[in-house]
């Protein structure tokens, strides 16, 4: 199956310094998605991007399809940002909908 | 408009107890999935549905069952619980995807899921 790998595998920041996250996968797949899961445990989406670049606040993302990464930068880091960062390449099923695999994460803590 | 909903949220098992994981969505999504997250880990792929009636295996589907009655519910069985089980797992759901949908149209909405610990 995929192969996907996250580096770095974890991260310490001080409160407003910047992050760059990747994550590479083994084959062509239809997207790719980001997700942070809080400190409760909790899946949110932050973005669905098979290619190109899309920004949300300080939070963007950048997916390479053809070199097979995908990058997550983190500007002026918060405390809030802390967890896990997720991403997952989408494989469409038959007859619909997305069979995702995951990464192992990369752990964030930011500190004031 | 609740979501995707899982019950319980903490369970502790008996090794060969069997039980019921819930999972219901009011979203009118056509496709259900579970997943396992162990410590370290990613979330895997146990079982999925891209309709009533209609189910299929995923990365890690031994050791648990599935039904899908209903377009709301879509629960897993473990009909003989192991300490391997031990995980947290979620229940995802999406719409269908369509031609000319628009893009992200089938982006999964998780649950908040449900800590299970078999003994």
């Known amino acids: 199956g995929i192969q996907v790998e996250q580096s770095p595998p974890d991260l310490i920041l001080q409160e407003g310094a910047n992050s760059t996250l990747r994550c590479n996968f083994s084959d062509s797949v239809n997207n790719l998605q980001w997700f942070h899961q809080n400190p409760w445990g909790q899946l949110i989406n932050l973005f669905y991007i098979p290619s190109g670049t899309k920004q949300n606040g300080r939070l963007s993302a950048t997916t390479v399809a053809t070199e097979r990464y995908s990058l997550l930068y983190i500007s002026s880091s918060q405390t809030t940002d802390s967890g896990v960062y997720f991403c997952?390449?989408?494989?469409?099923?038959?007859?619909?909908?997305?069979?995702?695999?995951f990464g192992t994460g990369t752990q964030l803590k930011v500190e004031l | 408009n609740a979501g995707v909903t899982q019950t319980p949220k903490f369970q502790v098992l008996k090794t060969g107890q069997s039980m019921t994981l819930q999972c219901a969505q009011d979203m009118n999504h056509e496709y259900m999935s579970w997943y396992r997250q162990d410590p370290g880990m990613g979330l895997r792929l146990i079982h999925y549905?891209?309709?009533?009636?209609?189910?299929d295996q995923g990365e890690v589907p031994n050791g648990y069952n599935v039904s899908r009655s209903t377009t709301e519910d879509f629960p897993l069985r473990l009909l003989s619980a192991a300490p391997s089980q031990t995980s947290v797992y979620f229940c995802a759901s999406s719409y269908r995807g369509r031609p000319g949908a628009l893009p992200g149209a089938n982006v999964l909405t998780f649950g908040a899921g449900s800590r299970l610990t078999v003994l």
């Open positions: 549905s891209v309709g009533a009636g209609i189910t």
């Open positions: 997952a390449v989408v494989l469409l099923v038959t007859g619909g909908g997305n069979k995702l695999t």
